[in-house]
């Protein structure tokens, strides 16, 4: 005899299936609260990487958050230990006030032994004991001896150094570092240190002059009025000298580099006197400007003068003020 059962009542909560559904759910919730509570204690910070340049714009350091997003597990925990170290690194470099004055040799290439040869932050003194530079080197003893070849001896005549406990630290530490001295002595003077601000190649060299064409042999597409005008409108503040930036070739060229560097200006120049690369220029430049003799220097697109000028308002104190209009 068969019995039929009719109405037979499925209880979707007993599938194997969906069961697994579940503890998936509630696993993924058990998760998240764990991953929760993690992030709370332990915050992955990671400081975005930065070039030396000397322009001090402390918002490129602002550091950002990652948080961890699985729970804690034996294999997970050995990235927590990452930022533990970069933090005892960066607490094991001493702070600018705290560290010893070390003179520095006249003689290039004669440095005191207590001179660190290894990775760390650095700031040098002029002879009145004014900080001028921090800097950042993998050789803290060659990056003293170059600035020595190479910067006025009046402005490097001591040196702090800070140098790191391991023999290759991560460069956020560094720059870290770098960094806590730099704001250290804002906080102790209000500014920061001439050799780090923007426009001032003292200590970092001064970026290799421009050039308008690949070369003399090249055929130009464009006239080479249009070149000039594209250059002076796309670069805040250009200077046509005659020579290069680092060697001028005539007098009045080396005043106005002179006063635009001290001054602190950002500024591009030109050689006019290049032949291979700005072939034609000085006689086109003559004519763009209506301007007859050089150097001549350019702000927002328009001449501002040339040698003459630019030294009367670097007396008046108005230099600065009007190329940065």
């Known amino acids: 005899m068969r019995i039929r059962i009719k109405n037979l009542k499925t209880y979707p909560r007993h599938s194997p299936s969906l069961s697994r559904e579940n503890e998936r759910v509630r696993g993924s919730t058990v998760h998240m609260a ?17 070039s030396t340049k000397t322009q001090i714009s402390f918002s490129r350091f602002s550091p950002s958050f990652r948080y961890l997003s699985s729970p804690l597990s034996l294999s997970r925990s050995k ?5 533990c170290y970069r933090h005892r690194v960066c607490a094991s470099i001493r702070k600018l006030s705290e560290s010893d004055s070390i ?6 290439g004669d440095l005191d032994s207590s001179i660190p040869a290894g990775a760390g932050v650095y700031g040098v003194f002029d002879a009145n004991g004014e900080l001028q530079f921090v800097g950042i080197s993998r050789n803290i003893a060659a990056s003293v001896d170059k600035h020595r070849k190479t910067v006025p001896a009046d402005l490097c005549s001591s040196v702090k150094v800070g140098p790191a406990d391991a023999a290759t630290p991560d460069r956020t530490v560094l720059q870290s570092a770098w960094k806590s001295w730099v704001e250290e002595h804002i906080s102790a003077t209000g500014k920061p240190p001439s050799g780090n601000l923007q426009g001032n190649y003292t200590w970092t060299g001064a970026p290799p002059d421009l050039r308008l064409t690949p070369g003399r042999n090249v055929s130009l597409t464009v006239p080479l009025e249009d070149l000039i005008d594209r250059l002076v409108k796309e670069h805040k503040v250009v200077a046509f000298i005659k020579g290069s930036r680092r060697a001028p070739q005539c007098g009045f060229s080396q005043k106005v580099v002179g006063l635009l560097e ?15 690369h700005n072939f034609g220029l000085r006689e086109k430049l003559k004519t ?6 050089f150097p001549q220097v350019f702000a927002g697109g ?19 003020a009007i190329l940065q209009k």
């Open 262 to 276: 001290s001054h602190g200006v950002d500024f591009v120049s030109v050689d006019v006197l290049d032949e291979e």
């Open 34 to 50: 764990a991953s929760a509570r993690i992030s709370r204690l332990h915050p992955i910070i990671s400081p975005p990487l930065a």
């Open 79 to 83: 990235q927590l230990t990452k930022p």
């Open 288 to 293: 763009y400007s209506n301007w007859p003799t």
């Open 302 to 320: 328009e001449l501002v003068g040339g040698c003459d000028i630019i030294s009367d308002l670097a007396e008046k104190g108005e230099l600065k």
């Open 103 to 108: 003179p520095i040799a006249k003689v290039p």
